[in-house]
């Protein structure tokens, strides 16, 4: 089976070449088709998108991009649209993932970019999103507008289906054009986005392009973002670096690179009413795409002195991750995955001799794995099911851990009372954390959060100011002044 990927709009009757992407799906090998533009090819189209981004996309109010948006959305929703039935075929063959996570997962997903979540999505960012379509009134006097740039490039990575579409449809609500360059684990989702939008409205065709280059591809790089006003990049902090050199200084970058989550459950949860569902959410955590999402847990602290003790709780986390392997079976891994769980079991069951308390458990057929112990240290996990549960007395005593990673910190999933929940959020925000969420949605952002502590919207427009003594001096030359 061959499917053909990405978007771009026409540039002529110029012959395009492409390259095939190869993955084995469970009824045979699938092909993907992705675009290899050359550099002219590729000025071209970045040319055509940023005329269109001025002429087009920018003449659209704000409300009619979220009606485009919702639209599109609805379709993809839609399990008897081609598009959807194409998703649902063909991204367990080329992520590897289970059919009906992803069946599952990208329901939970377009969701969030419904209209009324897009609304949300803007009042978060500007508070008054009519700043995207007209100048608008200060406090303090004067006026301002917010300006989307013309062109913004997106370099995604990974392989968890249409996570490209937050910084897509981010650009496109800002009026800005956009190309995208899809990864080669995921080649897919953004450009059937792209058609399926296209396709609501024929007027955004030259709006935006999705096309795909080999990673560290210095020249094309270089040449597409000198013609950028910002870059958003995602992938490990090496490749975020590489891709910063090929950045101008005079364009914006906005880099999301590697990141670490984490849970924590108080002892308050912790009863044999309540504990079985605590555990049931935290394993939804770490089942969905198997811990590939930045804001996927490594690991989960738990407090002691409940009526159920954090060893019984990692025993309950582990029935249910087996539990939910059955229904969702794990994708299947790569060499390079398979030799780091090897290491890594390697070094707990070594550690085993000088930690008396520490507990492994695991399936028989090794596709998940829970460690107990007490005390333990921040530690990434190696991911693909693989979590700790560390047992700790106070809060308070995770913060000296998690500190010196301030930087990595993302979302921490968090079950407690009231009064813990807040009290919990203010040192784990002075730790660096960004996002704090229940256990279960870890894996699922609500419409505006702010990624990485950051805003979506506002971080890609630059704001235009009439100060107040303009205006003022533009009024001695009106034509009705005697």
Request: glycine share 8%; proline share 6%.
């Amino acid at each position: 089976m061959r499917e053909i990927a990405g978007y771009i709009p026409s540039i002529g009757e110029e012959k395009i070449e492409t390259k095939i992407l190869t993955f084995q799906g469970m009824d045979g090998p699938v092909e993907v088709e992705v675009p290899l533009l050359t550099i002219q090819q590729m000025n071209k189209v970045a040319d055509k998108v940023k005329h269109a981004s001025s002429d087009v996309l920018k003449s659209f109010t704000t409300s009619e991009i979220v009606h485009i948006i919702d639209q599109a959305i609805e379709r993809l929703l839609d399990r008897q649209s081609p598009y959807r039935k194409k998703a649902e075929q063909l991204l367990p063959a080329v992520t590897g993932y289970d059919a009906e996570m992803i069946r599952l997962g990208l329901t939970s997903f377009l969701k969030t970019f419904r209209k009324p979540q897009l609304q949300r999505f803007l009042v978060e960012d500007f508070g008054n999103p009519l700043l995207l379509d007209d100048f608008q009134p200060r406090p303090k006097g004067g006026f301002s507008k917010a300006v989307g740039p013309q062109l913004v490039v997106h370099v995604w990575a990974g392989n968890v289906p249409a996570l490209p579409l937050w910084s897509l449809i981010s650009g496109l609500l800002v009026k800005a054009g956009n190309i995208g360059k899809v990864s080669s684990a995921e080649p897919l989702f953004a450009g059937w986005f792209a058609q399926v939008l296209v396709e609501v409205e024929p007027r955004l065709a030259d709006c935006l392009a999705v096309v795909w280059w080999k990673g560290g591809d210095a020249e094309r790089e270089s040449s597409l973002f000198r013609q950028a006003e910002v870059v958003v990049g995602y992938g490990s902090n090496p490749s975020l670096e590489a891709l910063s050199k090929q950045v101008p200084v005079t364009t914006r970058f906005l880099s999301f690179g590697h990141k670490m989550s984490f849970g924590w459950v108080s002892k308050s949860c912790l009863d044999p009413r309540k504990s079985w569902e605590v555990a049931h959410q935290a394993a939804i955590d770490i089942m969905r795409f198997d811990q590939q999402g930045c804001y996927s847990p490594h690991l989960f602290y738990v407090q002691k002195g409940g009526k159920i003790s954090p060893r019984e709780f990692s025993r309950y986390l582990a029935n249910e991750l087996a539990a939910l392997e059955k229904r969702y079976p794990r994708r299947k891994l790569s060499l390079e995955e398979v030799t780091s769980i090897a290491s890594w079991q390697q070094q707990e069951e070594l550690s085993l001799l000088s930690h008396p308390d520490k507990e492994i458990m695991g399936g028989d057929s090794g596709s998940w794995a829970v460690v107990y112990e007490e005390n333990g240290v921040f530690s990434a996990s190696c991911l693909n099911r693989v979590v700790k549960v560390v047992a700790i007395d106070q809060i308070e005593e995770l913060m000296p851990l998690i500190s010196p990673y301030r930087s990595f910190l993302q979302t921490a999933g968090v079950a407690a009372s009231p009064k813990e929940l807040f009290h919990a959020a203010h040192l784990l925000g002075q730790a660096g954390v960004t996002r704090i969420t229940s256990l279960g949605k870890m894996t699922s952002p609500e419409p505006g959060w702010h990624h990485d502590g950051r805003f979506n919207l506002t971080d890609l427009v630059q704001v235009v100011d009439i100060e107040r003594t303009a205006e003022d001096v533009a009024e001695s030359f009106a034509p009705y002044i005697d």
